[in-house]
């Protein structure tokens, strides 16, 4: 799961990130309104984490933008502004939930958790490409029926490929998906990962486009 942390307050941003990262979701940190949108726009991700007092913009305005893209995203508000109002107009404004600063960072969890089902309930669950199985809402995937153990960025990597089936798929692409922005990536990391996969899958299922990147074949 891709998260767009929006969030101006660095100390908040640092504890936030911290904890989703240890929990196991992608997470990349904006602290300006129109620095997400621009984001948004080029890679959107799974979930947006906004902060609605930016210094650049108000977040009920960012939030229409991003509503504007019409993309499939999860919108959780985060506001210091306890009035009542706020929550009705961002929730009117079609986010998807809200917390009032300052929560725990279970809660925080716990609320991120139940828009990645919604995200997984909504995308298909099961995707299958030859003797290939992946579930989406489980993290798992079989090989002609039998179990796979695939590190968490192995499977990340497989679904990125299969989601894309019959698209090539760039190394900066796959990067970008697999690390947050400023993780340490070593520069043959995707190569690795890809070596790995091949030798749990049979050695054809991802295939080399030389110079381009790497692709599996549509079902
Ligand atoms: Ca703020």
Redesign the pocket.
Known sequence: MQVLLV???ALLGEGIVCALKQAGFTVNWIDTGRYALSSIKAEPPDIVLL?L??PDMDGLSVLKAIKALALPIQILILTARDGIEYKVAGLDGGADDYLTKPFAREELLARLRVLERRLTDASTAEISIGDVCLYTDKHRATLAGNELSLSRREYMLLKALMESAGIIQTKERLESQLYSWGEQIASNAIEVHIHNLRKKLSGSFIKTVRGVGYQVDKP
Do not use: A, Q, V, W
Request: aromatic share 0%; hydrophobic share 15%; proline share 0%.
């Open positions: 969030e101006d307050d902060d007092g930016l």
